[in-house]
């Protein structure tokens, strides 16, 4: 963490809050040891996610997209929240009005106790019915029979937003309401490539927001915000935790 570019005055931002936003990408739980999935080290029996992570994929083969996703499963189930998440959940606890959204569908979040979570891309962990659209949650590792079937004979599918697909319209309203009245906005391990997320810290910054970027490198974002800090979130967090609250 860069300790020139931490002023007084920034202290008292981030201390004085009153509505704050953390805006969280695949960066935080790189560190929880979770791949991306995509790209080179992303490829499962020669496939790619954008081959399997399509409403086409799983209509013309519904048993190959879960194993897939009960490959990923299976691995996600392994990790384990670190610091950074930990802080988040702290900071739920300080801030008078606080809102998570996340781009990550690991669950890692709610797993560190965080609970006011807004899940852009929905969660690995929650099943849907693609006939009766009832959705649950579902921790079993592995998922059983493949592809699991709903009790109204449906097939079930991972609770996840696909290429192609619209995000939930009601997660994307609240986010909204949220970046319009925060006055302070975290964005941690985003690329800020990836629409609509990338858009999300501009907005925040236009309605007033104090903006915050912590980021292993820069990205596209950071010369628009106030404060960029560049390292590990599960390195800078806890140490900007203990520089606000002098814990």
Known sequence: MNESSITGDSISKLRDAKSVVILTGAGISAESGIPTFRGEDG???????????????????????WEW??????II?????????????????????????????????KASGTKNILEVHGCIWNIRCIKCNT?????????GKIPPVCECGGLLRPGVVWFG??????????????LEVCDLLFVIGTSAYVQPAASFPIMAKQNGAFVVEINKEKTPLSEYVDLQLTGPAGVI???LERKIWKA
């Open 135 to 143: 959705e649950t949650e579902n921790y079993d590792v592995p998922i």
């Open 165 to 178: 697909e619209s995000l939930p319209s009601e997660v994307l309203t609240k986010t909204m309401k949220a």
């Open 237 to 239: 967090l806890p140490e």
């Open 69 to 74: 996703y009960d490959w990923r499963r299976g």
């Open 43 to 65: 490829l499962w029996k020669k496939y790619r996610a954008e081959e399997l992570a399509t409403p086409w994929a799983f209509e013309r083969d519904p048993a190959l997209v």
């Open 77 to 109: 189930h392994t990790k384990k929240p670190n610091p950074a998440h930990y802080v988040v959940t702290n900071m739920e606890n300080r801030y008078p009005k606080f809102t998570l959204v996340t781009q990550n569908v690991d669950g890692l979040h």
